[in-house]
């Protein structure tokens, strides 16, 4: 039967991620009929030895999660179907195929909502460039206010004060007036010297307020069976600076460090984001080429002493196969 | 015979979001007129009529169901029964200037309200609790789950989403996703 034989071939290509030339309609009978499905398989020389049991289970149970999942498009006459229909393990499938529309119901409906409603973009209603503009404006409008009311304060003193000063008195005031906004950009010059060295020491990245450090297991490709199962990957100490709440107490942060750029060592990833509130994940695909995912997007990353900017993986066959690793290794 | 608008939002969902904004101030508006802005607030009228919103779109996947009137008028219907339902659960008195509501004649009508998601047995709260743990976990299964059986999907939308090379490959991928599931629902099972 075809639908026997397809399903028992790409169970297997599932389960064991390589192909094979196989009896796969026998072994999909055996599957059907066997009490004990290793012992058969391997008595008849049905697969290779190397299989383990443990494998060989997971595939028959995939067999018959595809069978119950084809179920309504299946022959109702055919004596092998008929007999399917009254197993155990594909009862247990069916059932459980049978839940998973609702299963999924709830996110379905906030994926759905979040749709109409534009929730995703909500956080980027405000776009980064528009906050800073407008602080920037707001320090600056901030700035033009006092300035207005120093002059408005210097002349009032001027009318109410020095009423009949001479020429040098004037000039001598105007003198002073000019003096006055020398004293207060020495002091705007201050204040950004003090806060920039208060910052500067932010970025050392260890001690920095704007920095979330965490420790990640660098995700190993195993390989496309399930060899080294038990095999861990290094641990790495993952460090993200957040851009945009450092910006708005400090703009000079800009001068130091590049939005989107990375410091990679041995057992440190320094990233430098728009924000320090995302899922990152680290995988070496080969023997020192690693990867860095980040929320749902892949950067290549390579060990630098100094910061590299971030670039987007777009080939679609790499992000495949780091998808691939990181699900083995979830 | 379907209207022209359920045809159409059957054969392209991504209409859902048009239709979604402008049936939006409609049903606002005929929600108001029923029960007056005493009785409900914007922020139950918006929960109301969102939930309105997913009645109709998981109808879309039913071949039974038919539409005699237009979508707008079909939305305001379930507004108005998913309104009156949550009187009833909340058993808030409202005043009505709908002569229908008053005649309760809008029973023999549009009945359709939102279907509650209830876990009957164990099993089923197994495969839920499941869920939630691969959701939280990250990853893509959860949302290939979801776009598979809740938004009825095809293989070719789910490899574009995910960037797989081609559908066989988001198959396979599906394939891991639902053996997974299944896996953790037998441990929640067994414990």
């Keep these: 039967m075809k639908v026997i034989t397809e399903i028992t071939k790409n169970t297997y290509e599932l389960t064991f991620n390589s192909e094979?030339?196989?009896?796969?309609?026998?072994?999909?009978?055996?599957?059907?009929?066997?009490?004990?499905?290793?012992?058969?398989?391997?008595?008849?020389?049905?697969?290779?030895?190397?299989?383990?049991?443990?494998?060989?289970?997971?595939?028959?149970?995939?067999?018959?999660?595809?069978?119950?999942?084809?179920?309504?498009?299946?022959?109702?006459?055919?004596?092998?179907?008929?007999?399917?229909?009254?197993?155990?393990?594909?009862?247990?499938?069916?059932?459980?195929?049978?839940?998973?529309?609702?299963?999924?119901?709830?996110?379905?409906?906030?994926?759905?909502?979040?749709?109409?409603?534009?929730?995703?973009?909500?956080?980027?209603?405000?776009?980064?460039?528009?906050?800073?503009?407008?602080?920037?404006?707001?320090s600056r409008d901030d700035l033009k206010r006092n300035f207005e009311e120093w002059n408005a304060e210097d002349e009032i003193k001027e009318t109410v004060f020095v009423p009949n000063k001479s020429e040098s008195e004037k000039i001598y005031t105007k003198k002073f007036s000019y003096l006055k906004y020398l004293i207060a950009a020495c002091f705007i010059g201050a204040i950004a010297v003090i806060g920039y060295n208060n910052f500067n020491n932010g970025y050392d990245f260890e001690d920095s307020q704007f920095v979330k450090t965490s420790e990640k297991i660098v995700n190993k490709n195993k390989g496309l069976g399930f060899a080294n199962k038990e095999e861990k990957g290094k641990s790495i100490t993952i460090q993200v600076f957040d851009f945009n709440k450092a910006i708005v107490l400090n703009k000079s942060v800009s001068d130091k460090l590049v939005l989107h750029s990375y410091l990679f060592s041995d057992k440190e990833l320094k990233l430098v984001l728009e924000d320090s509130n995302i899922k990152t994940e680290v995988v070496e695909l080969e023997q020192s080429v690693f990867y860095l995912k980040i929320n749902d997007k892949f950067f290549k990353i390579e060990k630098t002493n100094e910061f590299k900017n971030l670039e987007k993986l777009n080939d679609p066959k790499i992000i495949e196969q780091l998808e691939r690793i990181l699900f083995k290794n979830e | 015979m379907d209207s022209k608008e359920l045809i159409e939002l059957r054969q392209d969902k991504n209409k859902l979001k048009q239709m979604y904004k402008i049936c939006k101030p409609k049903c606002f508006a005929f929600m108001a007129k029923c029960f007056g802005s005493q009785s409900m607030d914007d922020t139950k009228m918006f929960t109301v009529f969102n939930d309105a919103v997913i009645v109709l779109y998981e109808k879309l996947e039913d071949p039974d169901f038919k539409l005699t009137s237009s979508i707008q008028t079909y939305l305001n219907s379930v507004c108005r029964n998913m309104a009156l339902e949550g009187f009833r659960k909340e058993q808030k008195l409202y005043k009505t200037t709908d002569r229908d509501i008053e005649n309760l004649d809008y029973s023999d009508q549009v009945t359709d309200v939102l279907e509650e998601i209830t876990n009957e047995s164990p099993y089923e709260k197994a495969i839920n609790k499941a869920f939630a743990v691969m959701r939280n976990k990250g990853g893509n299964c959860a949302e290939i789950l979801t776009m598979f059986w809740y938004q009825k999907a095809s293989m070719e939308e789910i490899a574009s989403r995910f960037t797989y090379t081609n559908a066989k490959n988001a198959k396979n991928q599906k394939a891991k996703c639902q053996k997974r599931l299944k896996d953790i629902a037998l441990q929640f099972e067994r414990n």
């Design chain 1, 20 to 138: 094979a030339e196989y009896e796969w309609f026998q072994i999909g009978r055996l599957f059907i009929e066997s009490d004990d499905i290793y012992k058969d398989l391997i008595e008849n020389a049905l697969i290779k030895k190397n299989k383990s049991k443990e494998d060989v289970l997971s595939w028959r149970d995939l067999f018959f999660m595809e069978i119950a999942e084809q179920n309504e498009h299946l022959d109702d006459q055919n004596p092998l179907i008929k007999l399917i229909r009254t197993l155990p393990l594909f009862i247990s499938n069916i059932k459980f195929i049978n839940h998973l529309p609702k299963a999924t119901a709830a996110l379905g409906r906030e994926i759905l909502l979040d749709e109409l409603i534009d929730n995703k973009n909500a956080d980027q209603l405000i776009p980064d460039k528009l906050i800073e503009a407008a602080l920037k404006k707001k």
